[in-house]
């Protein structure tokens, strides 16, 4: 069965502090991976996808992510994080292509002290 | 802001009601996803609504259903609401390549 597993569910850093989330998946065949941000209040909204190529994707606010095929592995980094990124992150994955349910995690709340 | 738009924002029901949730896709968009996201938890899929037709289906009893229309909008129809209904129901727009999909605000459901 498909799965997305995120294993951090809260985590508190200060500013300034470096930031990885773990994502791991399980998926037959091909993937699509993508990192999505709820900020308090907000919508979902996209920070990150990676469907092929360089594994090391870049996305908005400064974020990136490192596809590790060999660890099924998709985790979200940031070198220095800000009290704005205080928010719940989800990571979610589909299959490329035709029928595009998306399975996400059960997402990792961040909160970052100024 | 994606441009999918969601209403109500918010809805209190009773159990045994029905409900209507309705979703604007994104221009140019012509596929449609549904999620429940119960609190604490990540989004669920629903279903989804492909040019009019139902699309696939995830874990969800036939009380749950939709409808598409020919501006791609769409409605999420839940009948016999029960307690456990009681989330945020997200709807999701994408193009024909599908492989990312834009989410709307959501409408926050409380059966009481």
Do not use: M
């Not at chain 1, 205080?86 to 292509?97: D, Q, S, V």
């Not at chain 2, 209403?7 to 009773?14: E, G, N």
């Not at chain 2, 596929?31 to 699309?55: D, K, M």
């Not at chain 2, 995830?58 to 909008?73: A, I």
């Amino acid at each position: 069965a498909q799965s997305v597993s995120q294993h951090n569910h809260h985590v508190i850093l200060s500013e300034a502090a470096s930031l990885e989330l773990g994502c791991n998946y399980s998926y037959g065949g091909t993937v699509n991976l993508f990192w999505y941000v709820q900020y308090p209040g907000q919508h979902l909204q996209l920070l990150l996808k990676y469907f092929s190529g360089d594994p090391l994707v870049k996305g908005i606010k400064g974020f990136e992510a490192e596809f590790i095929k060999s660890k099924f592995s998709f985790n979200l980094r940031k070198p220095s994080v800000q009290w704005s990124d205080t928010a719940e992150y989800f990571c979610a994955a589909n299959a490329p292509g035709g029928y595009q349910k998306v399975t996400f995690g059960t997402g990792t709340k961040l909160q970052v002290i100024p | 802001e994606t441009g999918v738009t969601q209403s109500p924002t918010h809805l209190i029901k009773t159990r045994g009601q029905q409900v209507t949730l309705r979703c604007s896709s994104q221009s140019g968009h012509n596929t449609v996803s549904w999620y429940q996201q119960a609190l604490g938890q990540g989004p669920q899929f629903i279903f989804q609504y492909y040019r009019e037709e139902e699309n696939g289906r995830g874990n969800f009893p036939p009380r749950f259903s939709g409808l598409q229309f020919p501006n791609y909008s769409s409605e999420l129809n839940v009948n016999a609401l029960e307690l456990d209904d009681s989330a945020l129901y997200l709807c999701a727009s994408s193009d024909d390549r599908g492989d990312t999909q834009y989410f709307g605000p959501g409408t926050r459901l409380t059966v009481l």
